[in-house]
């Protein structure tokens, strides 16, 4: 630990709400790996949207001051004990866990993986947990099958592009939903085949739509991340047998629902989060090679929204919550 700094860039809060709680600090301590963990030189963060939850208070940070962040990627600066022989210092690594939004973050060994020769940092940082999101619910929430139809709402969002990349690799038929034209000629551009718009305010012109495309019959599978807002017009198009995947709550979350509702298809109904699909080494280790696989192999790329600087939070927050992002934000420590 002697050649690290004592301080810091870091974002934290010590309250949650807006983005006014969004503190930029330059005097941070720079943490210890404890036992299992890596101390990683960040070079670039991911920004997700859970990490407005945990801002707003949707989700509550374990205590305060807390340091937002679920991602990033960069160098291990200094190892605790029992961390596996693949992780020491001076190797390049991508991350899930806490405390991303710094310069070093502390993270469990068992979210950190080696980031192959081909693949660069900011791509890895822009890539591991909305990526490994889709691959993991088209394989293991509804392992989507060649020529299944398959609704992907927020389309030309983080995660969002990623599934309409993946669903086209493995040969389904993409309807996606995106708010604004331009939303949705990227969502095209990466693989859909259908895009429509909302009608959330008139539900019946939207589900009209997807039957017709689909035969009369609905989707196999829809992958719903805004929540709220698309969870009835989301389950009305889901075919008999289908399955409704509910994985994010970008208008709120979905509450008080009467598991009646799933009776008249016989639907299968899903909350799925990701580290509960990758709660061992190996199963993240087995996930991010499928996904290395995919960007080295069949030439999957992730669409960078903007890369912001670490003391321009405020501002890339301000971005995702506007709806006016596609693709993925990146910050640099
Ligand atoms: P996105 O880049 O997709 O940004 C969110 C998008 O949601 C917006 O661009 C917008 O797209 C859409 N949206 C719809 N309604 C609203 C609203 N009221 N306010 C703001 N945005 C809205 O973010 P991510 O890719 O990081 O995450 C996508 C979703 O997936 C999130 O809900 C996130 O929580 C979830 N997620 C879940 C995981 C899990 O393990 N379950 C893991 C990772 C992400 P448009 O304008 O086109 O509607």
Not at 188 to 204: C, F, T
């Amino acid at each position: 630990m002697s050649s690290l700094p004592k301080t810091m860039k870091a974002v934290q809060i010590e309250k949650t709400g807006g983005t006014d709680v969004l503190q930029y600090k330059t005097d941070v301590p720079v943490p210890e790996p404890k036992e299992g963990e890596v101390l990683v030189k960040n070079d670039y963060i991911g920004i997700n949207y859970i990490d407005t939850y945990f801002r707003s208070g949707v989700y509550q940070p374990p205590s305060f001051p807390y340091i937002l962040g679920r991602e990033g990627s960069g160098t291990i600066a200094a190892v605790g004990p029992n961390v596996p022989s693949d992780l020491s210092v001076g190797t390049r690594v991508v991350y899930m866990g806490q405390y991303a939004y710094a310069e070093y973050t502390p993270v469990t060994s068992n979210y950190t993986v080696p980031i192959p020769d081909s693949i660069d940092t900011k791509t890895a940082a822009a890539s591991v947990l909305q990526a490994l999101t889709a691959v993991t619910l088209i394989r293991d929430a509804h392992p989507v099958k060649k020529g299944e139809w398959v609704l992907v709402t927020a389309a030309a969002g983080g995660v969002g592009l990623w599934l309409c990349q993946l669903l086209k690799a493995v040969g389904a038929h993409v309807i996606a939903t995106a708010s604004t034209e331009e939303k949705r000629a990227l969502a095209k551009e990466n693989g859909a085949e259908v895009v429509l718009e909302y009608h959330e305010e008139d539900r019946d012109v939207f589900v009209k739509k997807v039957l017709e495309i689909t035969g009369g019959e609905g989707v196999h599978a829809v992958f719903d991340s805004v929540g709220k807002s698309t969870f009835d017009s989301s389950l009305a198009v889901v075919r008999r047998k289908g399955t409704m995947v509910s994985f994010g709550n970008a208008s709120g979350p979905v509450t008080g629902l009467a598991l009646a509702r799933l009776s008249p298809k016989n639907a299968k109904l899903l909350r799925p989060t990701l580290f509960n699909y990758i709660a061992t080494r190996e199963e993240l280790q087995e996930a991010a090679t499928e996904l290395w696989k995919f960007i080295e192999k069949d030439g999957l790329k992730v669409k960078i929204h903007d890369v912001y600087p670490l003391s321009d939070v405020v501002r890339a927050t301000q971005d995702i919550e506007s709806r006016k992002t596609t693709g993925k934000l990146v910050l640099k420590p």
